[in-house]
């Protein structure tokens, strides 16, 4: 048995154990086996993803791994890299409060703000169905079809794949309902986020998530990325909008529009310290 040191974080109530390198390579675990044993809820810590400090990257200022709940691997995290972001600036492995991020979706570059919150450059979302993945031809209002309904649905990739459905319908009844079976359709090849949103105004929206991996999550940061773009291709919302979820409210800011889509998305939001411990494992 072995004892490791680890951190525990949250962004919006999205949480996750966060490991220094040194704890990771001192475990003698992959990070799957860690993700599963660390985030179990009963037997472990408790969480919805695993996050472990990656130094040794040439590429960027420092780089991350991150595997969901399940052991899963996930390419993003917008409430991960949030949390990612706090963890090092605060440590001080990285002294700069912009920086750049090696992950699986690429180069992210988040910042610390005066009031503590983070702001992420989250890149440019991907809308070409083949590189999402999801099998149609036109990734926006597509059918959709489940045990008992038919949705139409938008998908979008933040480095993760998302299907978002704007509905009038109670979106957390929906989720619990339906984001299981939606994120193994045969539509999506590597299954999906699944996030139904409910439009207030043109520059706010609600959203409940259904996350690959984790089930209902209090929040998703790529989750509100996608809905965000979605909500603003279909004419239902302007360029900076309000993202409530669950655990909280997100600010994302997107300048695209049905004839030029090709501009990063930022997101903006709070990251916070819960606990730090030891584990035996």
Known sequence: MTMINFTKMHGLGNDFVVL????????????????????DRHFGIGADGLIIINPNVKNADIGWIFYNADGSSAQMCGNGIRCFA???YSKGLITKKEFSVDTKAGIIVPKILENGYVKVNMSKPIFEPSLIPVNVKNNLNFEIKVSDKTFKANAVSMGNP????ITDENTKELALKYGREIEHNSLFPEKTNVEFIKILSRNEINLDVWERGCAITLACGTGACASVTAAILNGYCDKKVKVNLPGGSLIIEWNGNVEDTNHDIFMSGSAEFSFIGKIEI
């Open 86 to 88: 706090k963890y090092v």
């Open 162 to 165: 998302h299907c978002i459905i």
């Open 20 to 39: 220094d390198y040194e704890e990771y390579k001192n475990s003698a675990k992959t990070p799957q086996e860690l993700a599963v044993i660390l985030c």
